[in-house]
């Protein structure tokens, strides 16, 4: 199954407004998977994926759409035989969008729509049949009518990724005794900056690594650093730099395979419970922080994206004010090496729930703040980072 978030496509193909609509999405979120119940066009041939339909009991569509991460549903008129799975979807919280005027269906499924699609003689007809105002656009030009949809695809957290009922009890429930003693003795927290540079040695100059071409430049490795931070784990034996100090990540599969004495980093509280409830039985202690309680990250500034861990680690990274600071691999998909060293297959892209200009924004506004020495290393965001020094009057290694 492709990895990243997911539109269902439900369609005969005669509406060709929804197929026009799919094809922009794959080419504004080159991320995103396009699943289809039916044989894709022709067109999407090698972005667009055939699935089967799922059995239409709720536990079962619950764990389909779940497994999928569907963000949307673009869905024709008609709605045949789907029934059980748009009102599961949108018991979710998925965004349904139709297509055409929804007929024979009654007026609380066809509330249900999130955006509905119609030429604009039909808006009186769909009004009566009970499709929200709001949710109704006539005729809309292509740009307006992704616009109205990206943002049910960028929203923070996947409608069908959340937690199901039990996991958010437990969530819970690890927060309470009996079972806080449980989690302590697995995970130990760093509630401050002070804390976490305490537990750092207090470094004088931090390394960020990215996981973009630039983190891979032979220079990199040769740089003197007190503190090394980096994303994720597909740098795992593939460089000298694979002994971070700090590792920022939301994936299980990094805190299982990244076993040497180290601190995680989340981006915030809800995320850090639900990975311990995950790994609460492996045999390992852990230590952590999050954004969220070190405060060093307006999650707000992000809305409706959310930031990537690169920018959180670049935040953390300032706020710990080091006396100089070293960036690299933070190339915003716009490296022409290809977004990740070794990964030709990976699409040179922001997943749909980052942006690459709100992150460029975020990370320059950082550094700019950041009253130390600044070194970065990669065209992508060098570039950027001079232009922002230029124009200010100040040279961009720093004060």
Not at 315 to 339: H, K, Q, Y
């Amino acid at each position: 199954m492709p990895r990243g978030r997911g539109v269902l496509v439900i369609d005969d193909g005669a509406t060709a407004d929804l197929q026009s609509l799919a094809a922009a999405i794959t080419s504004a979120f080159p991320r995103i998977n396009l699943y289809y119940l039916t044989q894709p066009p022709e067109y999407l041939r090698g972005k667009a994926h055939r699935v089967a339909p799922p059995w239409p009991w709720p536990s079962v569509l619950r764990r389909y759409l779940r497994r999928l991460k569907i963000q949307a549903i673009l869905v024709q008129g008609a709605w045949d035989g789907a029934d059980a799975l748009l009102r599961t979807a949108a018991e979710m919280g998925i965004a349904l969008v139709g297509f055409g005027l929804p007929s024979g269906r009654p007026p609380e499924r066809i509330r249900e729509l999130r955006l509905c699609f119609v030429p604009g003689g039909l808006r009186d007809e769909a009004l009566a049949r009970g499709v929200d105002a709001e949710a109704l656009l006539c005729d809309p030009a292509p740009d307006e009518a992704l616009a109205r949809v990206s943002v049910a695809l960028v929203s923070a957290r996947p409608p069908g990724k959340s937690a199901h009922t039990f996991e958010q009890g437990m969530m819970r429930m690890i927060e309470h005794r009996p079972f806080r003693w449980l989690v302590a003795g697995r995970f130990t927290a760093l509630g401050s900056l002070e804390e976490l540079a305490e537990d750092l040695g207090r470094p004088a100059c931090i390394l960020c690594l990215g996981n973009g071409p630039s983190s891979e430049d032979p220079i990199v490795a040769k740089l003197p650093h007190d503190a090394l931070f980096r994303v994720n784990h597909a740098w795992l034996g593939r460089t000298p730099l694979d002994r971070p100090d700090v590792i920022f990540t939301g994936l299980r599969a990094t805190l299982q395979a990244c076993r040497f004495p180290t601190r995680f980093a989340f981006g915030t509280e809800a995320a850090a419970r639900r990975m311990m409830l995950r790994l609460i039985l492996l045999r390992r202690r852990f230590t952590y922080f999050t954004a969220e309680r070190l405060d060093c990250v307006d999650f707000d500034a992000f809305l409706p994206y959310k930031p990537t861990n690169g920018a959180i680690m670049i935040a953390t990274a300032c706020a710990l004010a080091p006396t100089e600071l070293i960036v690299a691999g933070i190339d915003l998909f716009s490296d022409p090496r290809g977004a990740y060293p070794g990964a030709g297959g990976t699409p040179n892209a922001y997943a749909a729930a980052h942006d690459r200009e709100v992150e460029a924004a975020f990370i320059l506004d950082q550094l700019a703040a950041f009253p130390g020495k600044v070194t970065v290393i990669g065209e992508a965001l060098g570039a950027r980072w001079r232009s922002r020094c230029e124009a200010r009057g100040e040279p961009p290694g720093g004060r």
